[in-house]
């Protein structure tokens, strides 16, 4: 079954209001657009915090790798059917601020964390928290987590059963002389094994062009991860059989993918739900440069001809500019070997070779979010059309 909106770039504003509301004719789904002051918001992240309320982060400005990126953060309130007005949780007006999640720790503590960059050198990228001590009420100031340059965050942090803290990351790794452009980035988790007070990062082999590495706990020390492939092929998988110390190579899913953020939870009916787009390079020949074409034209950058991105060298190049739609919910039975045919939640042409949101270009649905509620709902988050962040509650009786 496929959902579509329909909406026109112009009719998003003024919906953007936080209200729920029922998605149409379609039962046991209900919608929302979350309230923004930004003209372009993107990356949510979903998460409950210790009161039983949703939150939802993301980040917003005019676009991606400018000064005026923020993270914002708007909640949910147990029992309420509107979004909450945001706050702004960040505001260093030289970084981009970008990629923000929520954790709350054994101790009960709350922590944002997100990346800092300038403009659109991801590889300059560092990692920077601020933690609550009262459930994620109030926040307490912006201090470094990990200051390794190209050190860049999505997924949430996995506590393993011996109290191991595992945050997933990738590095993004630049060429000597040339702008980043992703082709080298790798994947790594920083482990704590004192509460999140010092980390180790732990490289995994073979992972170039694996990314946004998102770990799901399944069970006696077995741990499986799934990744973004920025050579825009399929989604990745790894494994790891010691509570995540150690992983396999990743290898290719069933699923694909177009080098664009996914996300993956484990459900407690033991299936692990993925959220994601279903297409890859083979299904559009749209190709854009570089993520940042707009910041690197304005800074006089040397751009690459696209016919030239295929192959650098014996090294792949990443790929950019493949359309971000649909906007699909898979499942997997066993561990991620397999995923059941792909449901909907929205479709359109994904149009993304361009990030400008300012004059509406961007049609994209992505970088989506998924959490599980204590009644068994499924709570979605994720881009439309870089213009807002749409949440999507999935009760029960939708069939999935």
């Known amino acids: 079954m496929t959902s579509g909106s329909g909406l026109k770039p112009e009719e998003i504003p003024p919906l953007m209001n936080g209200v729920i509301h029922p998605h149409g004719m379609e039962a046991h789904r209900f919608d929302a657009f979350l309230p923004s002051p930004c003209v372009q918001n993107h990356a949510a992240n979903l998460a409950f915090l210790p009161d039983g309320n949703l939150t939802c982060v993301w980040f917003g400005g005019t676009m991606e790798g400018m000064g005026d990126i923020s993270i914002y953060m708007s909640r949910l309130a ?7 007005v945001p706050e702004k949780m ?4 030289q970084k981009s601020e970008q990629n923000p999640l929520v954790f709350t ?13 300038t403009s659109g050198n991801q590889d300059g ?13 109030a926040f307490g100031p912006v201090d470094s987590l990990c200051d390794s340059p190209g050190t860049f965050v999505r997924q949430p942090i996995i506590v393993n059963a011996r109290g191991d803290w595992l945050l997933p990351v990738f590095r993004c790794i630049g060429a000597p002389g040339q702008r980043w452009s992703g082709d080298a980035d790798t ?4 482990l704590s094994r004192d509460a999140g007070s010092s980390w180790q990062m732990i490289d995994l082999p073979g992972s170039v062009g694996a990314v946004h590495m998102n770990i799901v706990p399944c069970g006696e020390g077995r741990m499986v991860a799934f990744f973004r492939n920025r050579f825009a092929t399929q989604i990745l998988r790894s494994i790891s059989d010691d509570a995540g110390l150690t992983w396999s190579a990743p290898v290719s899913t069933d699923l ?3 080098n664009s953020s996914i996300q993956a939870i484990a459900l ?3 299936r692990i739900a993925v959220i994601y787009n279903h297409s890859n390079a083979l299904t559009s020949t749209d190709r854009r440069h570089s993520l940042y074409d707009e910041i690197e034209a304005e800074e006089g950058a040397e751009v690459v001809p696209v016919e030239m991105t295929a192959v650098c060298g014996d090294r792949p190049k990443a790929v950019w500019g493949v359309p971000r739609a649909p906007m699909s919910l898979a499942f997997s039975a066993d561990g991620g070997e397999t995923f059941s045919a792909p449901r909907n939640l929205e479709a359109g042409d994904g149009y993304c070779l361009t990030n400008n949101s300012k004059d509406a270009l961007n049609r994209e649905y992505s970088y989506p979010s998924i959490v599980e509620g204590p ?11 870089r213009r807002a962040i749409k949440y999507v509650r999935l009760e029960p009786g939708y069939g999935f």
């Open 78 to 84: 147990t029992g309420s059917g509107t979004w909450s």
């Open 90 to 93: 960040s505001d260093d007006p």
């Open 105 to 117: 720790a054994p101790d009960g503590k709350v922590w944002l964390i997100f990346t800092s960059q």
């Open 125 to 137: 990228a560092i990692v920077k928290r601020r933690i609550s001590e009262d459930g994620g009420r």
């Open 187 to 190: 994947a790594a988790v920083l």
């Open 256 to 258: 694909p993918n177009n």
């Open 268 to 270: 407690k009916d033991g």
């Open 375 to 385: 009644d068994g709902a499924l709570h979605v988050a994720y881009t439309y059309y």
